[in-house]
């Protein structure tokens, strides 16, 4: 894992393994994923596959939504194992006092997602002002950029108190270097 940078975010960190860095993985790839508390990975989906998550460390709170209005939201804990449906949307908060640490895995050794962020902010400004009934001056003012990991914020678009984390918590780095 060493030779895999992270991909750092405002609230955690995210490692891509796929056949562009780890060329044996023929028919998988994987994310290893590190939240802070107050902290979340954003809304997003999968095209090329379903995601199996294995919780390492740490609180999550999963919300899935899919088609037909079907939306549910879901606790782990270490330890525990979640499924996400292809392309279903989904989020996953930390919702405990310390990092929280998963895996995403893929059965494709391409790793692939769409933050809604970006599809949001990449799709004609109009139709989506429309389609969402907020001003255009809004929409053009969606980030654009990658950003996995972000902090969660309330329904007044306050960001939530971020707990500190017990001095003897991992990081990911740590957990997969010894």
Known sequence: MKDVPAKEFEAGKVWIIDQSVFPAAKTISAAIVEVQPGGMREMHWHPKSEEWDYYIQGQAKVGVFNSNTLARTFNFNAGDVGVIPKEAGHYIQNIGTEPLIFIELFKNPVYSDVSLNKWLATSPSQMVSDHLNLPVSTVEGFPSE????????????????????APDTSSAADVFSE
Do not use: C, F, I
Not at 150 to 159: I, P, S, T
């Open 146 to 165: 990658e950003a996995a990991v972000v902090w969660y914020k309330d329904a007044a678009g306050r960001e939530v108190q971020h707990p500190k984390s």
